[in-house]
């Protein structure tokens, strides 16, 4: 196992840094994209907002890989345009992270009592003020424990990216496993590199949600 | 956008297409049914008094649900590929196993979640404890987490889809032999997203429809 380990090391540890690379963009572009959609639905803008529910609705209703196909195979043939597994796994995962992302920030921003809204509007702020200054800090903080749980479940479905036949850490393992046919310690190896990359994510989350959640009364994540 | 749609080729692959669907169904179902018995079990033991049986739950939950469902697949299909089980009952092994560690933790939460009073005054009636858990316990831990095992099983019917990678016929797999044949890539996806998206709607209403009455029987 240890000739294993030192002969397909370069290549694993290149499987390694893609899925972070993929894991970490997804985060990023995906939270981003996010937030507009969030916020559309929680000011119920008209036409927008309902197209926003849709697009969640749609997403939390497919199944990722059916996601990953669409963006791999159907839509390049719809529009006829090419794109490779790696770009189309990103995207995938970018329009798939996000829906959840929105729907957990629309959890937090829905949490935030409406008392505070009643005070802000009695100080005389406008609709826009009382959502800039106070709904969203509040909404946000309260929707960073979902958030990072978000991570974590995104960090394990990267590795769906195997199935277009992207070489993340889980496709080098099965291309490695294909020439020397050693199973059990190649699944290990990966088993084990994904449960300390999720358990570390979860303890930034924890880490994250000290910092920013202060005790603010009346307000608690569950709303 | 030069696409001619043709949706003649789909409707001639119409039993692929359904046999793909009763496959995810059942792959489904019997994913759920190990992933509630897997779950209850490990659940139970997450929320007894006895130490052990708690840190043997906190194993379980973290060490199985912090690795991809992927690797669980591969694990049964390839890691223990000498045993040569069926494709279908990798998926299924790896599903239950998988989602048996969030069902655990939802059962953990439920039943925590009852107060000890409901367990302390049955006990005064003279029930035994093994009536106590089923008569009272956990209907009412049942109960409180049916939303939440809703959007588990819909959770379930969608990771059923990666069993198409170790070529188990289900929606997603028939998909791309469909594909393969027929060259009408849009039309095959777009026709299992929509059967995907009927699946999840009605699986999670099925559930939250029999969850209540499974309490409120055991109550009679």
Redesign the interface.
Known sequence: MGDLLVRNAPFLLAGLRATLALAGWTALFGTILAMPVALLRYLDVPVLGRACAAYIWFIRGTPLLVVLLLCYFALPALFGYHTTASAAALVGFVVFLAAYAAQDMLTGLHSVPRTLLEGGAALGLTRLQVIRLIVVPLGARIAVPALFGQYVRMFKYTSVASALGATELTGSVLLVNGRVFQPLPLLGIAAVVYLVVCLSISMLGRWAQVRLVPGVVGLSPKG | ???RFDWNPIWHHRDQVLSGLAITIALSIVGLLGALAIGMAVGTAGAARARPLRVFAVLYV??VR??????HI??WF??F?AIQLPAFLCAALGLSIYSGAYAAELFRTGLTGVPAQQSEAAAALGLRRWTILRKVIYPQAFRAIAPSLASLS?QL??????A??VAVGEL?YE??AI?ADTFR??E???T??VL??LL??ISSHLILRLVPTVGERSHG
Request: aromatic share 12%; net charge negative; charged share 10%.
């Open positions: 956008m030069g696409y973290e060490g912090n690795v991809p469902l992927l690797l591969y694990l390839l890691g590929s819909s019917v969608k990771d059923s889809s990666l198409s990678v997603a998909a791309g594909d890539t849009f095959v996806y777009a299992i997203t995907y998206l999840v709607t």
